[in-house]
T-cell receptor, first 114, second 115 residues
Framework: QKEVEQDPGPLSVPEGAIVSLNCTYS??????FMWYRQYSRKGPELLMY????GNKEDGRFTAQVDKSSKYISLFIRDSQPSDSATYLC??????????????FGKGTLLTVNP | NAGVTQTPKFQVLKTGQSMTLQCAQD?????MSWYRQDPGMGLRLIHY???????DQGEVPNGYNVSRSTTEDFPLRLLSAAPSQTSVYFC??????????????FGEGSWLTVV
């Protein structure tokens, strides 16, 4: 079993839809959880960052972490064509404050159709 | 502020050739790393560095060398290119302090094809 599992999709939704992206993980030492967005032929850019369990909201994006179930989610409300990208979940352990080594999911390709 | 700069963006190599992928950051970040991204495999850590003069192996280090002589630069060397090293390579950097969150900045990527 890989440490981080993510459904690669692809996922295609109409504009305005609510999108739910998910990852599961097996390493209980993960404490930092991130979502990256990657446009075609570009590097990943940090979208959301959360520490431990709970919800975090930023505009149309909500990141949710459930450590008891080892499950994280990213919700996108009122999705826009500009949200079309690959979304990668990433995690790291709390290693003396040095959380620079990320373990990534494979990424989910999202297309929002106008 | 250029962020993380990678060169070259595209490169074709013949099997057995060597080359260096360059990475530079201007944010005074202590931590730098190299990832490769392959279809169906996601991003995998090759090597990383926690500061000048300090490097360590990641998940897939075989066939690659790194060095960190300055804070700004972290080159990745392919010693004898193999077709299995055909991939997209991303350099990344970040602060060490958790007060900065876990913002890891990525470069634009280097597309490498080994024939």
């Amino acid at each position: 079993q890989k440490e981080v599992e993510q459904d690669p999709g692809p996922l295609s939704v109409p504009e305005g839809a609510i999108v739910s992206l998910n990852c599961t993980y097996s390493n209980s030492a993960f404490q930092y959880f991130m979502w990256y967005r990657q446009y075609s032929r570009k590097g990943p850019e940090l979208l959301m960052y959360t520490y431990s369990s709970g919800n975090k909201e930023d505009g149309r994006f909500t990141a949710q972490v459930d450590k008891s179930s080892k499950y994280i989610s990213l919700f996108i409300r009122d999705s826009q064509p500009s949200d079309s990208a690959t979304y990668l979940c990433a995690m790291s352990v709390n290693s003396g404050g040095s959380n620079y080594k990320l373990t990534f999911g494979k990424g989910t390709l999202l297309t929002v159709n106008p | 502020n250029a962020g993380v700069t990678q060169t070259p963006k595209f490169q074709v190599l013949k099997t057995g050739q060597s080359m260096t992928l360059q990475c530079a950051q201007d944010m005074n970040h202590e931590y730098m790393s190299w990832y490769r991204q392959d279809p169906g495999m996601g991003l995998r850590l090759i090597h990383y560095s926690v500061g000048a003069g300090i490097t360590d192996q990641g998940e897939v280090p075989n066939g690659y060398n790194v060095s960190r002589s300055t804070t700004e630069d972290f080159p990745l060397r392919l010693l004898s290119a193999a077709p299995s090293q055909t991939s997209v390579y991303f350099c990344a950097s970040s602060y060490s302090r958790t007060g900065k969150g876990n913002t890891i900045y990525f470069g634009e990527g280097s597309w490498l094809t080994v024939v």
